[in-house]
């Protein structure tokens, strides 16, 4: 897994890991969602996973993680992604209602969803 480090779109932090997502690259996947923790603004994170070239249920652990972590304090995580194959694993794992697709890092700032390939 390459990633740049999360970057600050106005109060959200975006972390746009690329590559292959699975066990081999769990580790510094975890490490670079934990990383925004620090960061101001890291209640709200849009993970961008539109350079992900292969995902296996490896970082969903990661990534419900975030997500329970921006819950806590009344904000959200985000996916990006335009794979089918990772929106067939996110309604294989139940986790499509918590995770709505969205087009870009601007629509997931914004809300606007565009819902799950393959509906």
């Keep these: 897994m390459r990633s ?3 970057t600050l779109l106005e109060d ?3 972390a746009s890991p690329a590559g292959e997502l699975d066990l081999a690259s769990a580790a510094a996947f975890g490490a670079l969602l934990r990383g925004t923790d620090a960061q101001p603004g890291a209640d709200w994170l849009i993970v961008d996973l539109s350079a992900v070239t292969f995902m296996d249920c490896s970082p969903l652990r990661d990534l419900c993680s975030a997500w329970d972590r921006s819950e806590a304090t009344g904000r959200w995580t ?11 694993l996110l309604r294989l794992t139940s986790l499509q209602e918590r ?3 969205y087009a870009s ?5 914004r809300g606007h969803d565009i819902g799950q390939p393959g509906r």
Excluded at 78 to 88: E, F, H
Excluded at 105 to 109: K, N, R, V
């Design 105 to 109: 890092a601007d629509d997931a700032w």
């Design 4 to 6: 740049r480090w999360p």
């Design 99 to 101: 995770f709505p697709r």
């Design 78 to 88: 985000r996916l990006v992604y335009d794979q089918d194959r990772i929106g067939r």
């Design 12 to 14: 959200c932090r975006l």
